[in-house]
């Protein structure tokens, strides 16, 4: 039997829930043949209806997964402690609403839950169809139990963060230095080239801070209702760089903070009669508390007790092997990883057109490498149909969170 036919085998179809619940009386419907005005305008009017097929059949294929065995969403419901989930890939995958949707299903659990977007582009207003922008928490409409959003402005952080930076060592206090006469020190500040880092950030800094970020808000008594936190994450490039970054800026923070005492009393001296708003203590101990938080985002990631990093792909031999090698980085960085959802997976049909056929063809091709995959194919896959709407607001959400959170 050739691996296509296994596959096919060990699929089983069964009519998605979509028919059922929303076209019991059509017969033709029943057989998975909808009409053209999907009826879930009816049901959910707000929503777009975005035909992306002209094949309109809603089934979906079960795959039996050779997975370890990796416990469903019972256990990640289970327990009051806090957990973190990572939704993380290739962009335009779906990791947003696969993301929004898993928190929605957090919070209709009975769970107060956070979403967290720290994609620089960010969709999550899009996604819930609620306007979630501004930088601080958005109480989200629509779930039993709280849910809220926040979307964190990189720029804005990584402002303060410059600003910190500044005051210890950027080239305003490299001049500074250098008129006083300290030149030596001066030298040393300089080579941490701090003030470059932050003029042409390296890719994933943003979010590396964006993630330091949520860690301060997270420390406050406001943020301790929250049991379940899912982060939305930019698409896999800026991830990889943001899994070495905080051991990077760890270190180079680090070595700030072995000068401080040195520009402390350095400038302690003089500070007064230039009257600087900002002391070089109250700077560095601005960049203490950052440290300590990106040392918290590092420790974080790592922890398998309370953390999953779940990865997004589409059945596609590119993101399939971009998924490969996320999953490859994040096991050298110890990131614990259990999941792999495929999503927008062509639902099979009675009445392929000649287009449907030949891309369900190509789609069998992608899983079937996930299945001899060395990195993917001990996660526990979950599959996630292609629906012909587009995947916005709670109630389509919760759609979505039920066939992939089970
Ligand atoms: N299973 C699906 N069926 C149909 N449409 C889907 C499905 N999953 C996602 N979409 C649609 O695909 C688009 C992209 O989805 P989404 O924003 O979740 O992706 P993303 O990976 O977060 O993108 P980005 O990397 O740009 O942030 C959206 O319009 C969404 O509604």
């Known amino acids: ?29 029943a057989l998975g043949f909808l009409p053209r005005i999907h009826p879930l305008s009816s049901a959910f009017p707000s929503l777009s209806i975005k035909p992306k097929l002209s094949c309109n059949s ?8 050779p997975a370890e065995d990796v416990a469903g969403f019972d256990e990640m419901v289970s327990g009051t402690q806090r957990k ?3 939704l993380g890939g290739k962009g335009g995958v779906g990791k947003t609403s696969c993301a929004a949707s898993l928190a ?8 107060p839950t956070l979403v967290v977007s720290t994609d620089p582009a960010h969709s999550l207003s899009d996604s819930f169809a609620q306007d979630l922008t501004g930088g601080m928490l958005v109480p989200v ?16 952080t990584k402002e303060e963060f410059r600003d910190a930076a500044k005051h210890n060592g950027g080239t305003g206090v490299k001049d500074f230095m250098d008129g006083m006469g300290l030149g030596m020190l001066a030298e040393q500040v300089g080579e941490l080239k701090l003030g470059e ?18 860690m301060q808000f997270l420390e406050s008594p406001q943020y301790s209702m929250f049991t379940r936190i899912v982060f939305d994450t930019a698409p896999t490039g800026h991830t990889l760089r943001l899994l070495s970054l905080p051991d990077f800026l760890d270190a180079s923070i680090g070595k700030i903070l072995k000068l401080r005492q040195k520009i402390a009393s350095a400038t302690s001296a003089i500070k007064s009669a230039f009257g600087q708003a900002e002391t070089p203590q109250n700077a560095a101990d601005k960049l203490e508390r950052l440290r300590e938080r990106m040392v918290k985002v590092r420790d974080l990631f790592r922890d398998t007790d309370s953390t999953e990093f779940v990865i997004v792909a589409i059945p596609t031999v590119m993101a399939i092997s971009e998924s490969s090698r996320l999953r490859a980085s994040l096991k050298k960085e110890n990131v614990p990883v259990r999941r792999l959802i495929v999503n927008q ?6 009445s392929d057109c000649k287009f449907c056929a030949v891309k369900r063809k190509d789609q069998m091709r992608a899983l079937d490498m996930i299945q001899n995959d060395p990195e993917l194919s001990s996660l526990k896959l979950i599959q996630s149909p292609l629906v012909d709407m587009e995947i916005r607001g709670v109630p389509a959400l919760k759609f979505m969170g039920d066939i992939i959170w089970k």
Not at 58 to 65: C, G, H, K, L, W
């Open 1 to 29: 039997m050739t691996k296509m036919a296994a596959w096919n085998a060990s699929f089983t179809s069964y009519s998605l829930s979509f028919n059922k619940i929303l076209s019991p009386r059509n017969p033709m419907e």
């Open 58 to 65: 809603f089934q979906v294929r079960s795959v039996a997964a």
């Open 84 to 86: 973190y989930y990572m």
């Open 104 to 111: 929605v299903k957090f919070a209709n659990n009975g769970h």
């Open 141 to 156: 409409e629509g779930p039993d139990f709280p849910l809220f959003a926040l979307e964190i402005n990189p720029e804005k």
């Open 197 to 214: 880092l932050l003029d042409t950030p390296p890719p994933g800094l943003d979010e590396a801070i964006a993630i330091s970020k949520v």
């Open 345 to 350: 997976i062509l639902p099979p049909s009675a």
